[in-house]
């Protein structure tokens, strides 16, 4: 079983080089979403997990400063950020410092690569509410596996095990690497014909995912770096992003 923090380890070690020739133009905080733009015009964005944010007006002592500094230093929060805003602002920027992929990538709606059959069970790790509908009209026994009691009722940790062991497809939240237990997930999973990370923080670079089962990258590029930066600021969330962002998915 991989190390909880490997993957954004190696995701840290691949841009780290990239990040020194990189500054920060502007960093935007909201209610959902982290977004970092950079001073050749690129923006990334990632899930801002509230539940586990500080919650003091010193959240963020260095505030005033990150404009202009090197990207490296908020790359860094990747690996040693100490809270959930910290990990989300080293993400953003990792997703600021990724190439655009090429023919590889498409733009269809994700659950159109898995092929779903009646009677095949499928574990959601965090709720992706849009998938849900079109899943079930496939046939497919949905598991839905959600921390926020709000969104979602809650399983017991024996059923988690049980979806994650025995599901034929599993479809992962990008916000597991955020609050660091991705790794334990692929861990208690079975042998799945299928494993998704999705979510616009989902950071689209398939090489840090070797030997691990994961199948398929569904994620999102910036298309509109000034509106995204803007919807962040003002507290938006992804239906207000979705215009605003290219949504691709890469088969590993």
Do not use: W
């Amino acid at each position: 079983m991989l190390q909880p923090g490997t993957i954004v380890n190696r995701l840290y070690e691949k841009l780290g080089t990239a990040a020194k020739d990189r500054r920060i133009a502007d960093l935007r905080v909201g209610l959902s979403y982290v977004g970092v733009g950079l001073d050749n015009g690129a923006a990334g964005i990632a899930a801002l997990l509230r539940d586990r944010s500080p919650q003091s007006c010193t959240v963020l002592k260095e505030a005033g400063t990150y404009a202009g500094a090197h990207a490296a230093g908020m790359l860094r929060y990747l690996v040693d950020g100490q809270n959930s805003l910290h990990r989300a602002m080293g993400l953003a920027t990792a997703n600021a410092l990724m190439e655009a992929p090429g023919d590889q990538a498409e733009d269809r709606e994700a659950t159109t690569y898995f092929n779903l059959q009646p009677g095949e069970k499928v574990a959601m790790v965090g709720l992706f509410a849009p998938l849900v509908k079109r899943i079930e009209a496939t046939g497919a026994v949905l598991t839905v596996i959600e921390k926020n009691p709000q969104r979602r009722d809650l399983i017991s940790e024996d059923e988690k095990q049980q979806a994650l062991r025995n599901c034929h497809v599993a479809i992962v939240t990008a916000t597991t690497l955020l609050n660091q237990t991705f790794e334990e997930t692929i861990g208690l999973l079975g042998r799945p014909r299928v494993v998704a990370l999705m979510g616009p923080s989902t950071p689209m670079a398939p090489d840090i995912f070797r030997d691990t089962p994961v199948t398929h990258l569904g994620g999102a590029f910036v298309a509109d770096a000034a509106r995204v930066l803007q919807i962040i600021s003002e507290g938006g969330g992804t239906p207000a992003l979705r215009p605003c962002l290219r949504f691709v998915n890469i088969i590993l």
